[in-house]
C-alpha cells in the first residue's frame, strides 16, 4: 500500500468554509492518470491538483489539475490553492516571491505575498491573453437555458478563453443572477457542439465591483463558488464592453459563491497598451482547512 500526503485549503477567501475548496497533492510521483481522476472525484472538489517534479528545474513544479469529470490545461483556484498550499507547508523557500507552475497552457507564474512568516495570498498572471470565440446563441435562448425571463439577459453575451473558454452571459441585475438555474435539457441542446459548455453569468454592481456564477455540469461540477480561470477570460470582456482610457491598468472586484452559501472574492487586473490587453492577474486570499493521507 502507498500512502500520499493531501492538504485541503479554501480559495479567494480567508475566512474557512467559504470560497473555493482545493484538495492539493504536494507530492504526487507515481500515480497513474486513472488514479488521479480517481481522487479528484473521491475529493469531489471542483478541482484536484498533483503536484510533480518540473520539467525545466527554473520552474517550482509542475501542476497537473483535474476535475471530477477530467483533466483542464489551466484553472484559476487550483493555481492560486496550490502556490499557497506549498509556501505554507515549506515546500517553496522562504523567500520565494515570484514562482511559475507548469501547466497545461505553459508557463503559469504566480507572485506570493507574506506577512511576515504568514502566505497571506497569491497571485497569477495567465499564460495566455484572453482570446474571443465564436458568436454566442440569441440572448432569448439564453434566458431560456438559465430559466430567465426574455430580456433579463442582455444582448452582450460572448465567448472568451485564457486557455479555457467559458460563455460569458451578462444579466441585468443580482435579482436576476440569483434566479440563474440551468435547465439541463436546454443546455445540452442550445451548447452542443459549441466551444464551451461552461456557462458565467455575470452582472454589474457598478463600474468596478462585479458578482459573477459558474455552472459547468459537463465537467461533474454543477456551480462552481470561485473560478480563476473565468475571471482572466473575463478581463477581455470587461476590456471590450467598459468605456475606460486605451492605456493603462484596470482593477476589478468579482464577488462569487454568494448563491451557495461560499462568498468568494476575486481581484482582477489587466493592462492596456495601444488598446490591447497585455497582461492579465487574478488574485485571492486562501486559508488552510485539512491535512491527510491516502492509501492507495
Known amino acids: 500500500m502507498s500512502t500520499y500526503r493531501y492538504l485541503t485549503c479554501d480559495v ?24 488521479m481522476q480517481s481522487i ?12 510533480l517534479p518540473p520539467d525545466d528545474p527554473r520552474h517550482a513544479a ?37 514562482i511559475a507552475f507548469e501547466e497545461g497552457v505553459g508557463p503559469v507564474a504566480v507572485a506570493i505575498f507574506r506577512d511576515g512568516d504568514r502566505v497571506t495570498r497569491c497571485r497569477l498572471t495567465a499564460a495566455q491573453l484572453p482570446e474571443q470565440g465564436p458568436p454566442a446563441p440569441a440572448a432569448s435562448a439564453l434566458a431560456q437555458m438559465l430559466s430567465l425571463a426574455e430580456g433579463e439577459v442582455l444582448e452582450a453575451a460572448a465567448c472568451w478563453s ?28 442550445l451548447l452542443a457542439g459549441y466551444a464551451t459548455q461552461c456557462v458565467y453569468p455575470v452582472t454589474r454592481v457598478d463600474a468596478l465591483h462585479w458578482r459573477v456564477r459558474m455552472f459547468a455540469p459537463g465537467l461533474g461540477v454543477a456551480e462552481d463558488p470561485a473560478t480563476g480561470s473565468a475571471a482572466a477570460a473575463l478581463a477581455g470582456w470587461l476590456a471590450q464592453q467598459l468605456p475606460r482610457p486605451r492605456d493603462g491598468t484596470l482593477a476589478v472586484r468579482l464577488e462569487q459563491g454568494i448563491e451557495m452559501g461560499r462568498p468568494a472574492e476575486l481581484l482582477v487586473e489587466f493592462d492596456r497598451r495601444a488598446g490591447r490587453i497585455t497582461e492579465v492577474r487574478v488574485g485571492g486570499a486562501a486559508v488552510m482547512v485539512a491535512e491527510g493521507t491516502l492509501l492507495l
Do not use: K, M, Y
Open 40 to 51: 479528484a472525484r473521491e475529493f469531489n472538489f471542483s478541482e484536484t491538483t498533483f503536484v
Open 162 to 189: 485564457c486557455g479555457v473558454p467559458f460563455l460569458v452571459v451578462p444579466v441585468t441585475d443580482v435579482g436576476a443572477l440569483a434566479r440563474c438555474a440551468l435547465e439541463l435539457p436546454r443546455w445540452r441542446e
Open 12 to 35: 479567494f477567501t480567508d475566512r474557512a468554509f467559504c470560497g473555493n475548496p482545493l484538495a492539493v497533492l504536494p507530492d504526487a510521483r507515481g500515480l497513474t492518470d486513472a488514479q
Open 62 to 98: 509542475r501542476v497537473r489539475i483535474f476535475t471530477p469529470g477530467g483533466e483542464l490545461p489551466f484553472a484559476g483556484h487550483p493555481t492560486i490553492g496550490t502556490a499557497f498550499v506549498l509556501a505554507t507547508i515549506g515546500a517553496l523557500p522562504a523567500d520565494a516571491r515570484e
